[in-house]
């Protein structure tokens, strides 16, 4: 049995995504550029993913939840989706309720705590 030798870490993606920062309340006239530029974005790097920031789009309502599906639309026909980063969690909320789910990055692990773990209490420890 022959196996070539390589020397070094694995094969890992280094080209950083593609990002663009989504600020302020987006007008209706500023969807179609935003989803120019993320076709653009995809075609341009190659990156599968756009990162789209969202931390700064204020508060969440329709108009949020209507730019996202349309960008998220856009980049699927390119070839490619997007990832959300730092979106408001009542922006996460609308969009799952509306039934639109988006790849997060940087959220937190969300697991059960174990089970048949109790906190210890000392004797003379005031009562909360």
Do not use: N, S, W
Request: proline share 10%; hydrophobic share 40%.
């Amino acid at each position: 049995m022959t196996y070539e030798t390589r020397t070094g870490l694995p094969d890992v993606d280094t080209m950083p995504p593609a990002e663009i920062v989504l600020a302020g309340p987006v007008t209706r006239d500023e969807v179609t550029g935003l989803c120019d530029e993320v076709r653009a974005l995809l075609e341009a790097t190659g990156a599968p993913v756009v990162v789209c920031d969202v931390g700064g789009l204020g508060p969440p309502g329709l108009a949020a939840v209507d730019l996202l599906a349309r960008l998220a639309l856009t980049a699927k026909r390119a070839g490619g989706g997007i990832r959300l980063r730092d979106p408001d969690p009542a922006l996460h909320a609308l969009l799952d309720l509306v039934g639109l789910r988006f790849e997060v990055e940087r959220q937190p692990e969300q697991r059960e705590p174990a089970l048949g773990v109790e906190e210890a209490v000392e004797p003379g420890d005031p009562v909360v």
